[in-house]
């Protein structure tokens, strides 16, 4: 810029001015914006050099825009200079408003430091303002403060947050600039630090911007990500809302839990897990739902059949509002579960014959009698405790004296003992028998009421043996414990192989459970022995089954076109409270041996 006669400047000069400050607000990033600067100071204000130094994050200054030579620019730009040289720098020389000129005579100490500078040799000023090579002439740039004027005079410690350092050097005039140059060198610089703070602002933006865009890309694949996986995982899934009026209501299924459960996704939103799962395991699910976690429940399907799942269930929880939704793996585990079932029936079950096994006996006679003696029971009941029936009397739905047919069971049956035949107490059985035994083995007796103040035995219905130990018939009733051991087995065994004899023991099994009720048990304790569990007997009752099953087992069997025979003793005892499992069937035990010696051998039928 041209010294003119001040205050008297052209018009030309401020257009020239005004244009190079409109242009700090044209450039498109920070880089530009830094290098409009310096080229500002060269194209507007009449300097040949000006360089734009930069404060980094880590407080130091870094060239980042030269103008007006290329050397200078190729030899220093990128370099850095630390912060406290800059600040040492700031502080010398004449303050010129918040400009700072530091004369050759003051800054010769400042040749050695570390900010990168570019400078020529001249001759000594030949008068007092003319501008010498080693004068050093610096506008430094605060960041803008919401309100604030600018003021001359503002020394730069002040507070203010330093942006840069524009250094210039070589007015084109070659004099020191007067109040109108530096006036506009520091306005300037004013200028140029809003056009930096405005560039890094929408730098910011844009960084800001494209990071939004890669996370909503981002969101957007891994929404598609759950959306792929959600709907064609190979188990069910389901989205369930939680919290509101319509908590645990289901949002979303895929297309396995539709088919798995027999319905379209439309009806399925009508729905929550809480009307599809099976009435035993409501309290399952709802722990579950609340908790999170895993379960293995039954659910309803559009049939009105039960499939076994497992139940994953994930709280999708947000920070701000809690949890939002219920994640739900379901995976079919109808196979597993039938696999398991038939596991424990083996276990249970004599592999031969199909019948409950000895473990398994001694396991339903033990949950039918308990360690308080019958005497002290009997009080209790003739005092009006111990709910239910007593044996004295017949069982609703009991038929005497004589036992109904019952369909015989094989191998892969299911029995359930419910000794006495319709629940007393009116409860119904369940709707599912496939999954009764053995894991919801109960043996409800119709415990209608527990008085208060019971003890630990009270709820328990006892277990009384007929008086005269079943000699006599008194009309009392009682479970009878009929003890079974074939007579001539061996001999077929020895005789025709073992082959015939599994099918013996086979069609024994068959005639035996045939012969019984439904509510009754019929048991293979080993080799030849069976036991028969049958409740709500008299004494004659018990006797006139003995001779029934007795007479089932004694006609040929056809065994590979072969007939065989076998005869059978009977001994019948009685399970009482106070007794254990070991004694009723060491006493049925005793009474059959009685009944064999004392029977005629005429009259026993061999094969």
Same mark, same amino acid.
């Not at 039918?368 to 004295?392: D, K, M, S, T, V």
């Given at each position: 810029?041209?010294?003119e006669s001040?205050?008297?400047?052209?018009?030309?000069?401020?257009?020239?001015?005004?244009?190079?400050?409109?242009?700090?607000?044209?450039?498109?990033?920070l880089?530009?914006?830094?290098?409009?600067?310096?080229?500002?100071?060269?194209a507007?204000?009449?300097y040949?050099l000006?360089?734009?130094?930069?404060?980094?994050p880590?407080?130091?200054?870094?060239?980042?825009?030269?103008?007006?030579?290329?050397?200078?620019e190729?030899?220093?730009?990128g370099?850095?200079?630390?912060r406290?040289?800059?600040?040492?720098?700031?502080?010398?020389?004449?303050?010129?408003?918040e400009?700072?000129?530091?004369?050759?005579?003051?800054?010769?100490?400042?040749m050695?430091?570390?900010?990168p500078?570019?400078? $020529?040799?001249?001759?000594?000023?030949?008068?007092?303002?003319?501008?010498?090579p080693?004068?050093?002439?610096y506008?430094?740039?605060?960041?803008p403060?919401?309100?604030?004027?600018?003021?001359?005079?503002?020394?730069?410690g002040?507070?203010?947050?330093?942006?840069?350092?524009?250094?210039?050097?070589?007015?084109?005039?070659?004099?020191?600039?007067?109040?109108?140059?530096?006036e506009?060198?520091?306005?300037?610089?004013?200028?140029?630090?809003?056009?930096?703070?405005n560039?890094?602002?929408?730098?910011?933006?844009?960084?800001?911007?494209?990071?939004?865009e890669r996370?909503?890309q981002?969101l957007?694949a891994?929404e598609?990500?759950?959306r792929?996986?959600?709907?064609?995982?190979?188990?069910?899934?389901?989205?369930a809302?939680?919290?509101?009026?319509?908590?645990?209501?289901?949002?979303?299924?895929n297309?396995?839990?539709c088919?798995l459960?027999?319905?379209?996704?439309?009806?399925m939103r009508?729905?929550?897990?809480?009307?599809?799962?099976?009435?035993g395991?409501?309290?399952t699910?709802?722990?579950?739902?609340a908790?999170?976690?895993?379960?293995?429940?039954?659910?309803?399907?559009?049939?009105? $059949?039960?499939?076994?799942?497992?139940l994953?269930?994930s709280?999708?929880?947000?920070?701000?509002?809690g949890?939002?939704?219920?994640?739900?793996?379901?995976?079919?585990?109808?196979?597993?579960?039938?696999?398991?079932l038939?596991?424990?029936?083996?276990?249970s079950?004599?592999?031969l014959?199909g019948?409950?096994?000895?473990?398994e006996?001694r396991?339903?006679?033990s949950?039918?009698i308990?360690?308080?003696?019958?005497?002290?029971?009997?009080?209790?009941?003739?005092?009006?405790?111990?709910?239910?029936?007593?044996y004295?009397?017949?069982?609703?739905?009991?038929?005497?004296?004589?036992?109904?047919?019952?369909?015989?069971?094989?191998?892969?049956?299911?029995?359930?003992?419910?000794?006495?035949?319709?629940?007393?107490a009116?409860?119904?059985?369940?709707?599912?028998?496939?999954y009764?035994?053995?894991?919801?083995?109960?043996?409800e007796?119709?415990?209608?009421?527990?008085?208060?103040?019971?003890g630990?035995?009270?709820?328990?219905?006892?277990?009384?043996?007929?008086?005269?130990?079943?000699e006599?018939?008194?009309?009392?009733?009682?479970?009878?414990?009929?003890?079974?051991?074939?007579?001539?087995?061996?001999?077929?065994?020895?005789?025709?192989?073992?082959?015939?004899?599994?099918?013996v023991?086979?069609?024994?099994?068959?005639?035996?459970? $045939?012969?019984?009720?439904?509510g009754?048990?019929?048991?293979?304790?080993?080799?030849?022995?069976?036991v028969?569990?049958a409740?709500?007997?008299?004494?004659?009752?018990?006797?006139?089954?003995?001779?029934?099953?007795r007479?089932?087992?004694?006609?040929p069997?056809?065994?590979d076109g072969?007939?065989?025979?076998?005869?059978?003793?009977?001994?019948?005892?009685?399970?009482?409270?106070?007794?254990?499992?070991?004694?009723?069937?060491?006493?049925?035990?005793?009474?059959?041996?009685?009944?064999?010696?004392?029977?005629a051998?005429?009259?026993r039928?061999a094969?």
């Amino acid at each position: 810029m041209e010294t003119e006669s001040e205050p008297y400047v052209r018009l030309s000069t401020l257009r020239q001015l005004h244009r190079v400050v409109a242009d700090l607000n044209t450039a498109r990033s920070l880089a530009d914006t830094l290098q409009t600067v310096a080229d500002g100071v060269v194209a507007g204000l009449n300097y040949e050099l000006a360089c734009v130094n930069l404060v980094r994050p880590d407080g130091d200054l870094v060239v980042a825009a030269f103008a007006g030579s290329s050397a200078a620019e190729a030899l220093i730009t990128g370099r850095v200079g630390s912060r406290a040289s800059w600040e040492r720098r700031l502080s010398m020389g004449c303050s010129w408003g918040e400009l700072r000129f530091i004369p050759h005579t003051e800054g010769w100490v400042l040749m050695d430091d570390d900010v990168p500078q570019w400078h $020529t040799d001249g001759p000594a000023p030949r008068f007092e303002d003319e501008w010498h090579p080693h004068d050093r002439l610096y506008a430094p740039m605060y960041a803008p403060t919401l309100g604030s004027a600018r003021t001359g005079g503002v020394p730069s410690g002040s507070g203010r947050e330093l942006l840069g350092v524009i250094s210039v050097d070589r007015p084109r005039n070659g004099r020191h600039p007067g109040p109108w140059g530096q006036e506009a060198l520091q306005m300037y610089a004013s200028q140029s630090a809003i056009a930096i703070s405005n560039a890094r602002l929408r730098s910011n933006m844009q960084r800001a911007l494209v990071r939004l865009e890669r996370e909503q890309q981002a969101l957007r694949a891994s929404e598609e990500s759950f959306r792929q996986a959600f709907e064609y995982a190979p188990s069910g899934m389901a989205i369930a809302e939680m919290g509101g009026d319509q908590h645990g209501r289901l949002l979303r299924t895929n297309d396995a839990l539709c088919r798995l459960l027999g319905r379209p996704a439309s009806v399925m939103r009508r729905y929550s897990f809480a009307d599809l799962v099976h009435p035993g395991d409501i309290g399952t699910l709802l722990r579950t739902s609340a908790e999170g976690g895993r379960a293995e429940l039954r659910l309803g399907r559009r049939d009105g $059949t039960y499939v076994w799942v497992s139940l994953r269930n994930s709280v999708v929880a947000d920070t701000a509002d809690g949890p939002r939704f219920l994640l739900t793996h379901v995976e079919d585990i109808e196979e597993r579960k039938r696999h398991e079932l038939q596991l424990a029936h083996r276990a249970s079950h004599d592999a031969l014959t199909g019948l409950p096994n000895s473990a398994e006996l001694r396991s339903r006679l033990s949950a039918r009698i308990c360690e308080r003696p019958a005497a002290y029971a009997g009080a209790e009941q003739g005092a009006g405790y111990g709910g239910g029936f007593g044996y004295g009397t017949e069982p609703p739905g009991y038929e005497s004296p004589g036992h109904g047919p019952a369909g015989y069971e094989g191998p892969a049956g299911y029995e359930v003992y419910d000794s006495g035949g319709t629940d007393p107490a009116g409860s119904e059985p369940s709707p599912h028998p496939g999954y009764d035994s053995p894991y919801e083995h109960e043996h409800e007796h119709g415990f209608g009421f527990e008085p208060a103040g019971a003890g630990p035995y009270d709820h328990h219905v006892h277990v009384v043996a007929p008086s005269d130990g079943g000699e006599t018939d008194d009309g009392s009733k009682g479970l009878a414990v009929l003890f079974c051991d074939l007579d001539g087995f061996k001999s077929i065994n020895d005789r025709f192989g073992h082959h015939t004899g599994d099918a013996v023991l086979i069609e024994v099994a068959r005639r035996l459970t $045939t012969g019984v009720r439904d509510g009754d048990t019929v048991a293979r304790l080993g080799g030849d022995e069976f036991v028969v569990l049958a409740d709500g007997l008299g004494t004659a009752d018990a006797a006139d089954l003995a001779v029934r099953l007795r007479n089932a087992i004694i006609p040929p069997i056809r065994v590979d076109g072969r007939a065989v025979r076998v005869g059978a003793s009977f001994g019948i005892g009685w399970a009482e409270c106070g007794m254990t499992a070991e004694e009723v069937l060491n006493s049925a035990d005793q009474r059959m041996y009685v009944e064999k010696r004392s029977r005629a051998k005429a009259h026993r039928r061999a094969g």
